[in-house]
T-cell receptor, first 113, second 114 residues
Framework: AQSVTQLGSHVSVSEGALVLLRCNYSSSVPPYLFWYVQYPNQGLQLLLKYTSAATLVKGINGFEAEFKKSETSFHLTKPSAHMSDAAEYFC???????????FGQGTELSVKP | EAQVTQNPRYLITVTGKKLTVTCSQN?????MSWYRQDPGLGLRQIYY???????DKGDVPEGYKVSRKEKRNFPLILESPSPNQTSLYFCASSWRDRLPYGYTFGSGTRLTVV
């Protein structure tokens, strides 16, 4: 079955440090890929998406992600963490245009002062 | 403003008492879906709908019902809620036949069944 794996249920970084959140998908067929962010007591907000155009995708709030087909990965990065980045992050994949999103387990990001 | 509206935001109920969580979108999206979010499990799809009168089961449909009588509305019905349905629920919508711009999510409904 198609699946998404996020390595690390909890990641902690210092303010100003690099943020790296890992996501791997299971299929050999390149899917559409998404990163969502969920702030406390809120719904999910789209950070960025990969839809088979450029492999390096830039999103909101300074985040970006790189699609690597050979590694079946779509890791999320930000050069310098801010306190406001503390949230839960979900990687998700879709294998058709308007269809089902399959989510990873989520990674909670903490940012220390 | 384009949005998905869920109600209520919070709900505490007792085992066996039927309830409905409403979901409405104003973007004319064909595709709508319900997810539940549980710690360590991410979001799991309960039911989805490709268009009016077209619904199908997701990964965890047991104990839930849905209907899609109008394009904008997609209510989630729990006929006889049980404590294992205590969860955070999200409704989402998207275009069906276009590039996956991603879902638009509602703000969530936190349900507690005692």
């Amino acid at each position: 079955a198609q699946s998404v794996t996020q390595l690390g249920s909890h990641v902690s970084v210092s303010e100003g440090a690099l943020v790296l959140l890992r996501c791997n998908y299971s299929s050999s067929v390149p899917p559409y890929l998404f990163w969502y962010v969920q702030y406390p007591n809120q719904g999910l907000q789209l950070l960025l998406k990969y839809t088979s155009a450029a492999t390096l995708v830039k999103g909101i709030n300074g985040f970006e992600a790189e699609f690597k087909k050979s590694e079946t990965s779509f890791h999320l990065t930000k050069p310098s963490a801010h306190m406001s980045d503390a949230a839960e992050y979900f990687c998700a994949v879709s294998y058709n245009q308007g269809g089902k999103l399959i989510f990873g387990q989520g990674t909670e990001l903490s940012v220390k002062p | 403003e384009a949005q998905v509206t869920q109600n209520p935001r919070y709900l505490i109920t007792v085992t066996g008492k039927k309830l409905t969580v409403t979901c409405s979108q104003n973007m004319n999206h064909e595709y709508m879906s319900w997810y539940r979010q549980d710690p360590g499990l991410g979001l799991r799809q309960i039911y989805y709908s490709m268009n009016v009168e077209v619904t199908d089961k997701g990964d965890v449909p047991e104990g839930y019902k849905v209907s899609r009588k109008e394009k904008r509305n997609f209510p989630l019905i729990l006929e006889s809620p049980s404590p294992n349905q205590t969860s955070l629920y999200f409704c989402a919508s998207s275009w069906r036949d276009r590039l996956p711009y991603g879902y638009t999510f509602g703000s969530g409904t936190r349900l507690t069944v005692v």
